[in-house]
């Protein structure tokens, strides 16, 4: 593997308003759960974390909304905050991830400065009826399509410790392999009280296989450990990258703290990592 190692910032933009049902998100009003609530974080704000992120050597940065999908005032919003980070931050790549999309909306979202789509399929075909009832996989599916189809390059992985089987975590690897995306964002369940889900972690060793295993099923494509690192691997997340990572989130996740960014600044200097400084890097 690669010694260089891509960092990525997330903005959650617009918190903890969504409708849906899925089981392992804090963002659902369905379950009430202790977190920030706002419609829209003001484009100022947005901007300054977007120059945090490029000064703590990300070179991906993702807009984040809470909800299905994109509607017309989401859209609107997201274009808004894209040229403005654009406008006021040099290269950086532009993640948005809005939910369902159609190819005409991602088309507008790339014509305002939108690099790269993330859209996580979250798990298998099969297990994903257990964890979410308002919307179906195959409309993930479809959306990640929609993204090829307008010419962004995509983001797609999901989440292990749901409750699926090895069948269901190999089936979605499987179906991740098929869309060819650019990244594939790993997450580990992060348990809430608020949350429906059985409050458990997964042993660090299974978590290392499974990064083992999403190695040697998708090849070369970068492979980004993000939620739920701190909680499942502690001061030895370090092991990630000789498991077959080169890429991490930094900073705060959606509702979760993340790590102090200097901290894997110095972890990563202290294992031989450089930090890749463009897209590009091999």
Request: net charge negative.
């Amino acid at each position: 593997m690669s010694k260089k190692v891509f960092l990525c910032a997330i903005s959650n933009i617009s918190s903890g308003h969504c409708l849906e049902d899925c089981k392992f998100c804090t963002q659902s009003v369905k379950y009430g759960a202790k977190i920030e609530r706002f419609y829209h974080k003001p484009i100022e704000t947005i901007v300054e974390e977007a120059k945090q992120a490029k000064a703590r050597q990300a070179i991906g940065f993702c807009l984040v909304t809470a909800g299905k999908g994109i509607d017309d005032k989401t859209l609107r919003f997201v274009c808004e905050a894209a040229e403005a980070v654009k406008k006021e931050v040099e290269d950086l790549n532009l993640i948005a991830c809005n939910g369902t999309a159609s190819v005409e909306q991602l088309r507008i979202l790339k014509d305002h400065g939108v690099d790269s789509y993330n859209h996580n399929l979250e798990t298998s075909e099969r297990f994903y009826p257990q964890i979410c009832t308002t919307h179906d996989w195959r409309e993930r599916y479809e959306t990640c399509e929609n993204v090829k189809k307008a010419e962004l390059k995509l983001c797609t992985g999901g989440i292990f410790g749901l409750g699926e089987t090895m069948e269901d975590r190999i089936a979605m690897l499987e179906a991740v392999q098929t869309l060819d995306p650019e990244s594939v964002p790993i997450n580990f369940y992060h348990p809430n009280e608020a949350l429906p889900l059985e409050g458990k972690t997964l042993p660090i060793e299974e978590a290392l296989e499974m990064i083992r295993m999403a190695r040697q099923m998708l090849g070369k494509r970068r492979i980004m450990i993000a939620g739920g690192r701190e909680i499942t691997f502690g001061d030895e997340d370090y092991k990630i990258f000789e498991a077959g990572a080169n890429a991490i989130v930094i900073g705060n996740y959606l509702t979760t703290q993340g790590k102090d960014p200097m901290r894997d600044h110095t972890m990563l200097e202290k294992y031989g990592y450089e930090i890749a400084t463009s897209c590009h890097d091999q």
